[in-house]
């Protein structure tokens, strides 16, 4: 099966920039989609942005769109999560999840549809 470890997140204040990555081991991407999710302390878990490696296709949530960016590296078999101006509501757990069978056109945003997930990284944001 396909692993997934999290690693980037830490301590940053309003405004700065972290860089989440995501490294799959155990499974090639090239089928899969990789979604980010976070949850804040209180919060229901959300979704934040996926890729579609086969497609292609990049989705965000509006909360997110603009200050971040999703990207992968094949080589690596690595999704990163590009953070920018972050913001204390950003402060959040934040998990890396693997869909097998993504759709060939379009992209996944519902967590039901992820079976595979890292530990999580914690991202704090101070004011």
């Known amino acids: 099966q396909v692993q997934l470890v999290e690693s980037g997140g830490g301590l940053v204040q309003a405004g700065d920039s972290l860089r989440l990555s995501c490294a799959a081991s155990?499974?090639?991407?090239?089928?899969?989609?990789i979604g980010w999710f976070r949850r804040a302390p209180g919060k229901e878990r959300e979704f934040v942005a996926t890729?579609?490696?086969?497609?292609?296709?990049?989705y965000y949530a509006d909360s997110v769109k603009g200050r971040f960016t999703i990207s992968r590296d094949g080589a690596r078999n690595t999704v990163f999560l590009q953070m920018n101006s972050l913001k204390p509501e950003d402060t959040a757990v934040y998990y890396c999840?693997?869909?097998?069978?993504?759709?060939?056109?379009?992209?996944?945003?519902?967590?039901?549809?992820?079976?595979?997930w890292g530990q999580g990284t914690q991202v704090t944001v101070s004011s």
């Open positions: 999840a693997a869909d097998s069978s993504p759709p060939i056109m379009g992209v996944t945003t519902r967590e039901s549809e992820y079976a595979y």
């Open positions: 155990g499974r090639t991407l090239s089928s899969y989609a």
């Open positions: 890729i579609n490696y086969r497609n292609g296709r990049t």
